[in-house]
């Protein structure tokens, strides 16, 4: 039985017939903004009515629905036949493609759980047959991306002051950058700078006198014959950096902790790190200029060896106390980073953001009367359970009052985010 999936209608169900010539006017639904891609396959109810209305109900949302076409992969009947077992018999295929906001985490069975969840509150035919994560390698980008820059007046001459100044500005690319150009594999620039001159590439004039052409550091790409490289994960790559740089922060630590000639050997192994820590920074596997390495490792050694010292010279207490709070504001800032991460999917693009413009306004009165209330409250349940004192015996402001519902209101915020982000 032939499927054909109805255009979304725009409410005009009246029973009014169009004018013939004339095109329908359809309003598509508004698109939320989303960063997962979900291809789910529906078994509907093969009847036009139940495949109307289940199209209709997902386009609502905003989702694509095509019809699911078995006999484009199974030519013969009876591969058509093996392909739409699995849908049951008096079933037709949707292949919807569900657009979601969130985490990579939980994505596929959110997806499944929200079209599980229409069908029932609507009563439509529809079942998921299947569900897969649309996903492609859009962080790496093994092209070659090749930068237009207006050509220095004294670029040219590299002996004098200006013209070394000039190249290291180049090299380092303290430069305005006016075009951005990304080839696949390892063009050379001059045949690029030809391609611009022939106007092949956006037609766009280019004055190959006034501009000049370089490859930025580490944006080299991938020759087309070279071998796939393998997969490398996010820890791999940042956790030696991490390590040079905590290893450099220790470094300034101890130079402000130790005395004499003890403190020439924290200052070699940070001097040691220059090197391996420019080299993670300036992507190690191309060749690059020494003085861009040193340049890169010494500003991030020196950074971080100096944040050491300066926590060492201005934590209260001796140095055993400020390693303590150092490890607690390194644990801190990781659960607050987690907690914000986990906020951010929770409550971006939610009900919250999207009436937060009345919902706050809404809440600080509220907030203001509750809060004295129940530090009152607070003040009456410690002076009768503890001391058995009438609450009217003694008299209690209203700062005081709010400052005793401050800590444990701000605890239970506190555990309600935690929740909030691991949710999201």
């Known amino acids: 039985m032939g499927l054909t999936v109805p255009p979304p209608r725009d409410g005009a169900s009246s029973g009014a017939p169009d004018t013939p010539g004339e095109p329908t006017e359809t309003a598509a639904p508004p698109v939320e903004p989303f960063n997962r891609r979900i291809e789910v396959l529906i078994a509907a109810v093969d009847r036009p009515d139940e495949t109307a209305l289940a199209a209709q109900l997902l386009e609502n949302r905003g989702w694509s629905v095509r019809p699911w076409l078995p006999e484009t992969e199974h030519g013969s009947p009876e591969g058509r036949q093996g392909a739409a077992a699995p849908l049951g018999l008096g079933r037709t295929g949707l ?195 020494p003085i861009v390495i040193v340049a890169w490792g010494t500003a991030s050694v020196a950074g971080c060896a100096a944040l050491g010292l300066v926590l060492a010279l201005t934590a209260p207490g001796p140095p055993g106390q400020a390693s303590h709070i150092l490890a607690y504001a390194v644990g801190c800032g990781s659960a607050l980073a987690f907690v914000l991460y986990g906020l951010g999917y929770a409550l971006v693009h939610s009900w919250f953001s999207r009436n937060a413009n009345w919902a706050v306004p809404a809440l600080v009165p509220a907030l203001a009367l509750s809060l004295p209330w129940f530090g009152g409250l607070l003040h009456t349940m410690y002076l009768q359970a503890g001391f058995g004192v009438p609450s009217d015996a003694i008299h209690v402001s209203v700062y005081s009052s709010y400052a005793a519902s401050l800590k444990p209101v701000g605890l239970a915020l506190g555990l309600a985010a935690v929740v909030l982000a691991l949710a999201g």
Do not use: N
Request: contains cysteine.
């Open 95 to 289: 292949l919807v493609e569900v657009r979601l906001h969130g985490a990579r985490f939980g994505a596929v069975q959110a997806a499944v759980s929200e079209i599980e969840a229409l069908a029932r509150r609507h009563q439509a035919g529809m079942w998921v047959v299947g569900a897969v994560l649309i996903e492609h390698d859009l962080s790496h980008d093994y092209r070659t991306e090749i930068h237009a820059h207006r050509h220095l007046p004294h670029a040219s001459s590299p002996s004098g002051f200006r013209g070394r100044l000039a190249t290291l500005r180049t090299t380092l690319g303290l430069i305005t950058t006016v075009r951005v150009l990304k080839q696949p594999g390892r063009p050379f620039v001059e045949d690029v700078a030809q391609r611009l001159e022939l106007g092949t590439l956006t037609g766009r004039p280019y004055d190959a006198e006034a501009l000049r052409l370089r490859i930025p550091m580490g944006m080299e790409g991938r020759s087309a014959d070279a071998p796939p490289p393998d997969p490398v994960s996010a820890w791999r790559l940042a956790g030696p950096l991490l390590a040079g740089l905590g290893v450099a922060t220790a470094c300034g630590f101890a130079i402000a902790v130790l005395r004499g000639f003890q403190m020439l050997v924290p200052l070699i192994i940070a001097c040691g790190l220059i090197r391996p820590v420019g080299r993670q920074l300036t992507d190690g596997r191309q060749d690059q200029p």
